[in-house]
């Protein structure tokens, strides 16, 4: 018998004959703190959304630092977003980064996703090159598309570029995750209050359970932004914690 899938997701085939069973996860149960309830979940069911933590909004000579914006706030979440994505790779669960990544003709982007990045239609907006380096704004390929140096992508990561502030939308990221066979989302990245929120919005409503992680989170926008942001997601759509309760409770849990 061979296999057709991948590990988290296949069938045992033959001329012959197919097994359609799933093979069996072991269990990773975890107990922690969160709001506006303490939460338990299996992290074998679980994947962790990095959003937008590239370039152009978290670095030096990036489209943000071009317009005068401080990026400053964006790159927070390097260190506890490293230190939860390496120790969730070693519980296996999977690692996605959902990153801007536009085609460099821009024939999926209508004029009301291209005004938000240039309002009056004469600056650099996506695709336009940035007068320091020559990047395009948040094309694929591109440097200001890719993610910040001080972030540890691994090998085994998945990659899905996005296309709007939601990245549900035009993507392949809700096909991926449900042949990862995932039901909770932990999200991290910038900015919470625009392409984080908007991901994990769509997310509820496809029927995920998300977990907006605060510590993994940023945004330039100001505080009250961040406010509203955790307020609603408790509120409406899931619930809200820090990374550091979340691997308390990997370390508490029964191995």
Known sequence: ????????????????????????????????????????????????????????????????????????????????????????????????????GNRPDRMNLSPSVLHVYNAAGDDVGIGGPLPGNGSRVLEKGSWGASIVDELEAAPTDIHVDKYRMSGFWDTPLDSILRNLRVDTLFFAGVNVDQCVMATLQDAVCLGYDSVLLRDCSATTSPAFCAEATMYNVKQCYGFVADSTAVLAGREAAPS
């Not at 991948?6 to 709001?35: G, I, P």
């Not at 338990?40 to 978290?58: E, G, P, Y």
């Open 1 to 100: 018998m061979n296999k057709l899938g991948h590990a988290a997701n296949h069938w045992t085939v033959s001329k012959e004959h197919v097994d359609l069973r799933r093979s069996a996860r072991r269990s990773r149960v975890v107990e922690f703190a969160a709001e506006p309830q303490r939460l338990t979940l299996d992290l074998s069911k679980s994947a962790l959304v990095i959003v937008d933590m590239q370039n152009d909004f978290c670095s030096a000579s990036g489209w943000l630092d071009y317009i005068g914006a401080d990026y400053a706030p964006a790159r927070a979440p390097i260190e506890p977003i490293n230190r939860l994505a390496k120790t969730f790779r070693e519980d296996g669960v999977p690692i996605v980064w959902l990153n801007w």
